[in-house]
């Protein structure tokens, strides 16, 4: 289908009784269903709105949470609440806002608007966004909740150890933080493969890589550093939990561990995380501004690099907030130059939206308001952190007020009021009727107003030496007038997110329909109806980056059905897949249905994390049992279905194959995306082996290794296995199905053998993970390898249950190519693990 020529395709002609017809069967299909039933829904629509509907609540709780911390610290010597409830408040409240609603209010934006911006009906992967909600929602409960029973956080959303290691002054709080943002953090991958998949393979056909929205490309780059960004900090909860639950010593001084070890993996992941919430923050301006300008935007191809060089650079800047750690002073100057480069794809961003509005014919409505405040606000924040990433200032500045004022800066201007203009600018999509123009101006001051007045103040109490979270201070040093302002600041600023809200859940049911595009957007996500579940009501061929001011009728076109896929005679979900380039239509994908097993995996997940966090060993075996049997009932019946046909009619004269396997499918992109995540987490706990050795005149602390023996057995077995699934894939493909099932039985075995051995060498020696980081290093990298051979042996038992039910076969072998792209990376993770842990320390002596 990839040499088909669009242009020379003939459109649809039906008539109208067809097209009624045809709406019928997709009304039908994409039904969202009823009573208890509806929170089994995997429609893009409602998972999006569950989605932000969740992350707002979150955020008003961790605002009241905000609040309490600046009634606190109105005055001196106040005693309002306890120095205990302050330091759950103040943790709390920068946790969710950082995990519980900035990047899950993007997700659900993305999953909500990427469907009908990009053309298509549906992203590959609507099971996985439903259980990447239910896993956000769970964990955010999870986490929330524990303030109401006196068990939150207490030492900061950061969790420095010695402190939140030390059982006794951080609780049990500790271990709800970390295992609650690690399910959470599942959420966020999975949302990350979703996105990705979506905007590289399901775009509309002819909307070439070089013309997807602005907003697709913001998102494409935010996936890809949620992948590279969130695994490290995985890895950190990893070594943090096994220490508190453990006693495995990797912040221990005394036992060869460092704290500074958690302070790398945490701001590996914390700077570029700022990015992955201001960059979606842009991705609404770079839709809002041209709309309102009336022009396309002005240097499109600018825009992209300067968002593709902010995200890259955002990975060099993480030791800009270990500037006081006594860090060697050629790091310092290295760090404080990458800290100020990334201002300049910053500035370049800022500088095509005034381009554009230069150029343009700029109406300033309530959305073009909150931007152009948000941008004014986010602009002093940038210029604060241009003085905080200088060496010498950041030393005065360091964990002062000044720090506060300037994250406040960054955060609600790049990231809080563009998402209110997204909230004004994208409402009427959701019942055709738009906000109220007189409260949202009324908000945007309240807000803009108490904004400033809030977090201005504090640059100059930071300036005056008050530090970062002090439950209360002494009178007469300067910083109780600063403080008094700031809080009446907040409660102004807290009046006008109330106004926007109260804009948001009033009655508008007398007020007129606004009509489709009522803001006249050249972009397609105002395509979609309101009223009906199905997306698009045809996929459109697009030639244009605003293909509604360029392509004449195109949505009057699609709504007649003159494009592709304009029925649902099959009965199921459809959606096409495109290739990643030019956008030409490879194949019809028929995506998962209405399931209550998404929400079932989710729950059972949740489980093995919440019942880990008060050590209820059983109930964790059996949670994690049912997430097992939940995950396989979801593949065996949701993917890689024997299809009834081999093509389908799409429309426009055209079959396309509903199959396909290997890089044609979405589901090897999937598992490709996802071990990438994967393997930055590996990375990250190598990169701690080295770290150790690097920190230690003796990294052994004089303790005998696994040796050589038993590591490389281990290698040695899997590489064999990962062999072994090679050849299984090569008489797949000859039809030779016995042979295949004798393969893929001998590759289990291998896999199991090199699990046993990977074990057997720390336990061998009797290496002590107690005792000394090395040890507990070691276990831990041998451990991560067998869990994920493990993983590798379900992968292929699951590939021989299906060939021997007749559902693998040479045709459609989807299954045994995904298994194989797992097992190269297994195979990597194998050779690399046992050369490190078995000849690492030889080579050392």
Request: glycine content about 10%; hydrophobic content about 55%.
């Amino acid at each position: 289908m990839s040499s088909v020529d669009l242009a020379s395709l003939k459109e649809n002609d039906f008539s109208e009784e067809e097209r009624k017809a045809q709406e019928e069967r997709l009304r039908k299909v994409w039904e969202t269903p009823k009573g208890w039933r509806y929170w089994t829904s995997v429609n893009n629509t409602e998972i999006g709105l569950w989605y932000g509907a969740t992350a707002f609540i979150f955020m008003l709780f961790a605002g009241l949470l905000g609040l309490l911390v600046r009634v606190q610290l109105a005055v001196p010597e106040n005693s309002f609440i306890s120095a205990d409830l302050f330091n759950q408040a103040f943790t709390l409240h920068g946790t969710i806002m950082m995990f519980l609603f900035a990047v899950p209010i993007f997700e659900a934006v993305a999953v909500y608007l990427l469907p009908s911006m990009l053309g298509t009906r549906e992203l590959p992967f609507p099971r996985l966004s439903a259980f990447g909600y239910w896993s956000f929602a769970l964990g955010g409960v999870f986490v929330c909740g524990s303030i109401f029973f006196n068990a939150a956080p207490n030492t900061g959303w950061f969790m420095y150890p010695p402190l939140a290691t030390d059982k006794e002054t951080a609780g049990i709080g500790a271990d709800i933080w970390l295992l609650g943002l690690s399910f959470i953090e599942v959420a966020s991958i999975a949302a990350a493969v979703e996105l990705i998949v979506g905007i590289m393979k399901c775009r509309a056909p002819g909307m070439r890589i070089n013309m997807m929205p602005l907003f697709a490309w913001y998102l494409l780059i935010v996936a890809g550093m949620i992948l590279f960004a969130f695994p490290p900090l995985i890895a950190g909860d990893i070594l943090f939990e096994m220490e508190r639950m453990f006693n495995w010593p990797f912040f221990d001084v005394a036992r060869g561990g460092d704290p500074l070890l958690w302070q790398h993996l945490f701001w590996i992941f914390g700077h570029p995380e700022v990015y992955i919430i201001f960059l979606p923050a842009i991705a609404i301006m770079a839709m809002v501004v041209p709309t309102f300008s009336r022009r396309p935007i002005v240097g499109y191809s600018w825009i992209v690099l300067a968002a593709v060089g902010t995200g890259f650079l955002s990975f060099g800047l993480w030791v800009h907030h270990m500037f006081a750690t006594g860090l060697p002073q050629m790091s310092l100057a290295f760090f404080s130059a990458a800290s100020e480069a990334v201002a300049i794809p910053t500035g370049v961003q800022i500088f095509v939206f005034i381009a554009t509005m230069l150029a343009g014919r700029v109406i300033f409505s309530t959305p073009m308001l909150f931007g152009a405040g948000g941008l004014a606000i986010f602009i002093i924040g940038g210029l604060t952190g241009v003085m905080v990433a200088l060496v010498p200032f950041d030393w005065q500045a360091h964990d002062t007020y000044f720090v506060v004022a300037h994250l406040h800066y960054v955060l609600i201007g790049g990231m809080l009021f563009p998402v209110v203009a997204g909230i004004y600018y994208y409402y009427p999509l959701l019942d055709g009727k738009k906000l109220s123009d007189r409260l949202g101006k009324i908000a945007f001051w309240l807000m803009f107003v108490g904004f400033n007045t809030a977090f201005f103040p504090m640059h100059f109490a930071g300036l005056r030496g008050m530090p970062r979270r002090v439950f209360t201070y002494p009178a007469d040093i300067g910083w109780d007038w600063f403080n008094l302002i700031s809080t009446i600041g907040a409660f102004i600023f807290a009046a006008g997110v109330g106004t926007v809200l109260i804009d948001v859940v009033r009655p508008k049911g007398k007020e007129p329909r606004c009509g489709d595009n009522p803001w006249g957007s050249g972009t397609l996500e105002f395509i979609s109806e309101p009223d009906e579940s199905w997306g698009v009501r045809s996929v459109p061929i697009i030639t244009s980056r605003y293909p509604v001011w360029d392509q004449p009728q195109l949505i009057e076109k699609m709504r007649a059905a003159r494009y592709f896929l304009p029925d649902a005679k099959s009965g199921a979900r459809e959606t096409l897949v495109t290739t990643v380039l030019d956008a030409r239509p490879v194949q019809c994908l028929r995506v998962g249905g209405t399931s209550v097993v998404t929400m079932v995996a989710a729950f059972m997940l949740g489980g093995v994390f919440i019942a880990l966090t008060f050590h209820w060993w059983i109930p964790t075996i059996l949670f994690a049992i049912g997430t097992l049997i939940a995950i396989l009932y979801w593949l065996w019946t949701g993917t890689a279905e024997v299809p009834k046909e081999d093509d389908y009619d799409v429309g426009m004269g055209v079959r396309l194959p509903v199959y396909a396997s290997g890089p044609d499918s979405v589901g090897w992109w999937a598992m490709f995306i996802t071990m990438v995540g994967d393997g930055t987490a590996y990375a990250s706990l190598i990169f701690s082996y080295f770290f150790f050795w690097t920190i230690h005149d003796d990294f052994t602390n004089g303790i005998n290794g696994p040796g050589a023996f038993w590591p490389m057995v281990a290698l040695a077995t899997f590489a064999l296995a990962w062999a072994a699934m090679l050849a299984a894939r090569r008489t797949n493909r000859a039809d030779r199905r016995g042979v295949t099932q004798a393969l893929l039985s001998a590759s289990a075995l291998l896999a199991i053998a090199g699990c046993v051995a990977g074990l057997a060498g720390p336990y061998t020696a009797g290496m002590d993970p107690t005792q000394h980081s090395y040890p507990a290093i070691v276990w831990v990298v041998a451990i991560w390898t067998v869990v994920h051979g493990a993983v590798g042996v379900l992968m292929q038992l699951y590939c021989l249950a299906r060939s021997l039910t007749g559902r693998l076969t040479a045709r459609y072998d989807m299954d045994l190519g995904n298994v194989v792209l797992y097992w190269h990376f297994m195979a990597i993770t194998a050779v690399t693990s046992f050369a490190v842990i078995g000849l690492f320390p030889l080579v050392r002596a």
